[in-house]
């Protein structure tokens, strides 16, 4: 999971005081937002060096001080979709620390075998409690299908069994899933469909988790990079995990995809997507949330894909990851008391910010989630 987050234009804020709070107020003004307004979307300042912090930091200084209590806001998903939908974002405040950011971005790969395991020890191994108490309960950790669900339980399970139509699993096919998280895909393919399953991640709690769910099923969980692998399979899934391989890697991505796939065989790739072609990610997300995450366009993606697969079906589910993303809020709010011992309060905005900011960009379509059924070519 990789998200946007609002860079605020340069100059925009250009001190502290009357005088930052002014010029801020200019620029929300254009999303219908204001400064110590009584509305949910609106924002209330805690410390009026606010201001001049996001001029100095932009997006990461923007969720810092969110984190640090400087400011709130009753409905964080509400005020960035305002603020995405009005494209405030569209003017990023250029400073040293962002233009090193975007050139390590533009010009080192990030997503080396040594780089990519970054991601899991800051994110995916955080702890199985956060995660069991925030997904589903087969721990599906991607969006959920919606159109005949009622609770989130139905909606993943529903999105699960739409893969597995989707690739034409039968009993007794061999499938790879690459970046099989909590091996929820892996478990219900053998269970429900009778497939041989191979389950790759680079996270030793998913890994133990994995296990223990698939054991007595026909389900190996490795520890193992995508680049690693050497079988082939009947089909190939990967959800969820497209957002960490990287524009550098997105060739050599499809290419282990294609080797592993044997003739007439599928493969189902599902991945959050931008609407533009970029190097980087967001500054705060890539500290605090997805180390050396990427969120690819469409345009880059085919060009990775070009000569070793067909597309045989594309579709957006960017509605449903709203709707999947707010889920995973309500049941981390209801569960945080069991929580917050171990986690903290800083950690509660951190993880309550990501979340919010996430669902907006789904829901003002800053970002997508593609559905991708490809054929060998």
Known sequence: MNQEVISVAKGSFQSSGDAGKEQAQKILFLADVKIEGGREWDITVHNDRFYSRVLRQGSLGLGESYVDGWWDCPALDQLFTRILSAKLDEKPAWNLRLLLHWLAGAFLNRQTRRRAKSVSEKHYDLGNDLYQRMLDRRMVYSCGRWEHASSLDEAQEAKLDFVCRQLRLRPGMTLLDIGCGWGSLARYAAEKYGAKVVGITISRAQKEWAQRSCQGLPVEIR???????????????????????????????????????????????????????????????????????????????????????????????????????????????????????????????????????????????????????????
């Open 223 to 377: 520890l193992q990079d995508y680049r690693d692998v050497t079988e082939t399979f009947d089909r190939v899934a990967s959800l969820g995990m497209f957002e960490h391989v990287g524009y550098k890697n997105y060739r050599r991505f499809f290419e282990v995809a294609r080797r592993a796939l044997r003739p007439g065989g599928f493969f189902y790739l599902s991945t959050i997507g931008s609407n533009r072609s970029a190097r980087s990610t967001d500054p705060w997300i890539d500290r605090y949330i997805f180390p050396n995450s990427h969120l690819p366009s469409a345009a880059q993606m085919t060009a990775a894909m070009d000569g070793l697969f067909v597309v045989e079906d594309w579709q957006n589910w960017a509605s449903d990851y709203d709707r999947t993303i707010g889920a995973w809020f309500q049941n981390f709010q209801t569960h945080w008391k069991n929580l917050q011992s171990r986690y903290g309060e800083r950690f509660y905005r951190m993880w309550k910010y990501y979340l919010m900011v996430s669902a907006a960009c789904f829901r003002s379509r800053k970002n997508q989630v593609w559905q991708i059924l490809l054929a060998p070519q």
